[in-house]
Antibody, heavy 114, light 112 residues
Framework: QVQLQESGPGLVKPSETLSLTCTVSGGSTSSYYWIWIRQPPGKGLEWIGSIYYSGRTNYNPSLENRVTISLDTSKNQFSLKLSSVTAADTAVYYC????????WGQGTLVTVSS | QSVLTQPPSASGTPGQRVTISCSGSSSNIGSNPVNWYQQLPGTAPKLLIYSIDQRPSGVPDRFSGSKSGTSASLAISGLQSEDEADYYCAAWDDSLNGRNVVFGGGTKLTVL
């Protein structure tokens, strides 16, 4: 059974960089798309970006100049960095797998506040 | 202002059949598979339907999906109280900068 688990700080100061890691167990990151999605409190889902196992990335155009997604197949992890955060970046951040986005992490709440 | 358009709410009584629509464009629903997700309060979304009309193992056959042109629908038959949740449609979108994922704004289903 594939499982994904997000980890990282739950509180980030405005203008700083949000950094999260997703650890994959029960499966390999040497295949599939690996995806970051977020959900602001009380709102809908927003795709942040994806990385293919080959290393090719695609980002949401609205976040593209602030986002970096990377993949470490040796650790079976992939990561998200979002720079210059503001309160609008406060959200539950999910990592997920695949073209069908079939497996999701439980999500981690990241609050941007001083 | 989601790329895919869903009604914000839907409702039905136990045993009824409910449908939720999802409208997109030629670059997403019109040319790519559609997935549907169910999100219960306080939990991560769960894949309900993939590739338009396929159900993952464990999803009851009360849930079904369909697509016509640039629109898709999720149908729930024999509505049950535990179906009360938020439902999201999603599709890959072939845009100028590559393959992106687009979501609907979500539909809150209430079982009366």
């Amino acid at each position: 059974q594939v499982q994904l688990q997000e980890s990282g700080p739950g509180l980030v100061k405005p203008s700083e960089t949000l950094s999260l890691t997703c650890t994959v167990s029960g499966g390999s990151t040497s295949s599939y798309y690996w995806i970051w999605i977020r959900q602001p409190p009380g709102k809908g889902l927003e795709w942040i970006g994806s990385i293919y196992y080959s290393g090719r990335t695609n980002y949401n155009p609205s976040l593209e100049n602030r986002v970096t997604i990377s993949l470490d197949t040796s650790k079976n992890q992939f990561s998200l960095k979002l720079s210059s955060v503001t309160a609008a970046d406060t959200a539950v951040y999910y990592c997920a797998r695949g073209y069908s986005i079939d497996y999701w992490g439980q999500g981690t709440l990241v609050t941007v506040s001083s | 202002q989601s790329v895919l358009t869903q009604p914000p709410s839907a409702s039905g009584t136990p045993g009824q059949r409910v449908t939720i629509s999802c409208s997109g464009s030629s670059s997403n629903i019109g040319s790519n598979p559609v997935n549907w997700y169910q999100q219960l309060p306080g939990t991560a979304p769960k894949l309900l339907i993939y590739s338009i009309d396929q159900r993952p193992s464990g999803v009851p056959d009360r849930f079904s999906g369909s697509k016509s042109g640039t629109s898709a629908s999720l149908a729930i038959s024999g509505l049950q109280s535990e179906d009360e949740a938020d439902y999201y449609c999603a599709a890959w979108d072939d845009s100028l900068n590559g393959r992106n994922v687009v979501f609907g704004g979500g539909t809150k289903l209430t079982v009366l």
